[in-house]
């Protein structure tokens, strides 16, 4: 019996029950005791053993460490969906957990306090949806194309949203900074779309599109401050706000392509 053989019954250890491959370990090693004497041989059973210890240890890791991950990913949807469909203040990180049938603890080791929660469930979603459009923008014909999708996108994204939602997330900073640096990275990009829309002519050349883009978030503001998404639900508020605003955009090749 060889040390190499040994070492073969520690390294396929995953493939047999443990209980096994510890009964065989024994008869091994009381095997060499009896037949073997140099000092050696225990040395190389007893370096075997420290890297079967560490490959189950290595294995255990990236085991807590996926499932930590796809428990993550679990609890950012749910919260959002809670979120979005009663409001974020009346929802505590206690409803979260027992929606989710995890202890409160386990919900505080992943995720510090709702705030934490809050602002990684909007970027995660952001984020989401503009690597979708991103990709849907390399497949489409055409910019209005990819206006028509991301109004489809938005409508049916705002369609199930609780207004409530809207009210209470202005009460954190932290997501409202990160919804505003992103707002003012796509704002070039935007205007970039358009002139490349003017070129292929389905947008007018004789708009200032930043003037436009200025205009816009005026209106949004607006809409905001004055809470008009109490009166109106925001889907219909979307969906009317870029209607008008694409007509006024829009040549008679791009009206052609406009569907609302």
Do not use: W
């Not at 829309?197 to 004055?226: C, K, L, Q, W």
């Amino acid at each position: 019996m060889s040390v190499t053989l040994l070492t073969d019954v520690l390294l396929h250890a995953k493939l047999q029950n443990i209980s096994e491959c510890a009964i065989s370990l024994c008869l091994k090693v009381t095997f060499l005791q009896k037949n073997l004497s140099k000092g050696i041989v225990f040395e190389n059973i007893f370096l075997s053993l420290q890297c079967y210890t560490k490959a189950l240890d290595m294995e255990r890791n990236d085991t807590s460490t996926l499932y930590r991950q796809e428990l993550k990913g679990k609890i950012l949807a749910t919260a959002m969906l809670l979120f979005e469909q009663k409001g974020i203040k009346c929802m505590k990180m206690d409803d979260i957990a027992k929606e989710l049938s995890i202890s409160k603890r386990t919900l505080y080791e992943l995720y510090e306090n709702k705030e934490q929660l809050l602002f990684e469930g909007v970027r995660h979603q952001y984020m989401e949806r503009s690597e979708y459009l991103r990709h849907f923008a390399l497949q489409a014909k055409n910019e209005m194309e990819i206006v028509m999708e991301a109004i489809r996108s938005n409508l049916q994204y705002l369609g199930h949203i609780n207004p409530q939602f809207f009210l209470d997330i202005h009460k954190y900073a932290r997501v409202l900074d990160f919804l505003q640096q992103q707002h003012d990275e796509q704002r070039a990009n935007s205007i970039h779309f358009m002139e490349r829309g003017v070129e292929h002519g389905y947008f007018r050349p004789d708009v200032n599109y930043e003037i436009v883009s200025s205009m816009g978030d005026a209106v949004m503001t607006h809409m905001m401050e004055t809470k008009m998404y109490k009166k109106y639900p925001m889907r219909d508020i979307f969906k009317n706000y870029v209607n008008v605003l694409l007509r006024g955009l829009c040549t008679e090749k791009g009206l052609a392509e406009l569907s609302l």
